[in-house]
């Protein structure tokens, strides 16, 4: 291991072990902006973008195929071919695999997340997958499907589906607690729905009430808090034990991503609105949010990853034409 990544490493172990109100003080002191951008052909259409975090990897949906990046360089080192539609990607690491929500085919792709090279491409009981998650401890494969307002339950290991589970309406994205409950955002009635992973069952439907079209969704395991990114520029922060709504914080139009850092207790936003922005809000504690910075990025920069390591944030976009990562991070 590198010498930088060892004292992140520790960074990273010093500050989770400290109390809230002193990690958040770290947000505070940081000033992000867009540092890098970077052109990847003609503009297409794209999705959720995300990072394998074992081989340092960028994976950015571009609407038939997902590609993928070397990080920190951004050297295209591959592609996931024929995925029409595509939305999202998830990964097994446990497994070695990676699969993708293809939204036009109603179907996943299975394939390996060393060679690249596609295993097999499983039909979804669904219409229109969207949203996809891996769950470690359950070697359960969850995809959300837009059109048919359900989730397919795939097995992993045998890659064969075992359910299908209704949802309240239209699943947008979704996050896992690690310990057995799977949440997940509805779209058209701004509700969330919270599934069993251990029953395949449906246990709970909490209003988000004032939340217009909730999109992107992050998880803090820690203090049981859920973010929920809203269209009319407000992130709901909603408790994850009780469904009971903690907070409103006011971020940009037009989000579709928001990232928790549990490191530096910061959440950020992506929000594809006119000029672009990208709003950082620090955890003050559990139940307090303090907005930070509001950092200009690009028109329709509304997904994004985040390497936990360097805190860089990459976020896809059109630019001109040519379609283009944009890559934030600290100043």
């Not at 291991?1 to 500050?15: P, R, S, W």
């Not at 970077?38 to 995300?50: E, V």
């Not at 028109?299 to 934030?328: C, E, H, R, W």
């Amino acid at each position: 291991m590198k010498t930088n990544n060892i004292k992140a490493v520790l960074f990273v172990a010093a500050t989770l072990a400290a109390p809230l109100s002193q990690v958040s003080s770290y947000a505070a002191e940081t000033r992000y902006a867009v540092l890098d951008h970077w052109t990847l052909g003609d503009a297409s259409k794209w999705d959720y973008t995300d990072i394998d975090v074992v081989r340092h990897r960028l994976f950015i949906s571009r609407g038939d195929r997902v590609q993928v990046l070397e990080l920190p360089s951004g050297k295209q080192i591959g592609e996931v071919p024929g995925t029409k539609g595509v939305h999202g990607v998830a990964f097994a690491q446990d497994l070695k695999l990676g699969f993708t929500s293809n939204g036009a085919s109603s179907s996943v792709t299975v394939f390996d997340l060393d060679t690249l090279q596609i295993k097999q491409e499983i039909p979804s009981a669904g219409i229109n997958p969207d949203a996809i998650l891996y769950e470690p401890g359950s070697h359960k494969l969850f995809v959300f499907n837009g059109k048919s307002n359900d989730v397919t339950l795939i097995d992993a290991v045998s890659l064969k589906t075992i359910a299908t589970i209704a949802a309240s309406g239209r699943p947008e994205f979704a996050v896992s607690d690690g310990a057995g409950k799977v949440f997940f955002n509805i779209e058209d009635k701004s509700e969330m729905n919270v599934i069993d992973v251990a029953t395949n069952k449906l246990v709970s439907k909490w209003s988000l009430k004032g939340c217009e079209e909730p999109s992107g969704l992050a998880i803090d395991t820690a203090h049981a808090r859920l973010f929920s990114v809203c269209q009319n520029k407000i992130m709901v922060v909603t408790d994850a034990k009780t469904g009971r709504r903690i907070a409103n914080v006011a971020i940009g139009e037009h989000p579709d991503a928001v990232i928790y850092d549990a490191s530096t207790a910061t959440i950020y936003s992506s929000n594809g609105d006119a000029g672009g922005s990208l709003t950082v809000i620090r955890q003050d504690d559990a139940d307090r949010y303090s907005v930070i910075a509001n950092v200009v990025t690009s028109k329709g920069a509304k997904t994004m990853a985040m390497d936990q390591v360097s805190k860089k944030i990459y976020l896809p976009t059109v630019v001109d034409n040519k379609f283009t990562v944009l890559v934030a991070g600290p100043k």
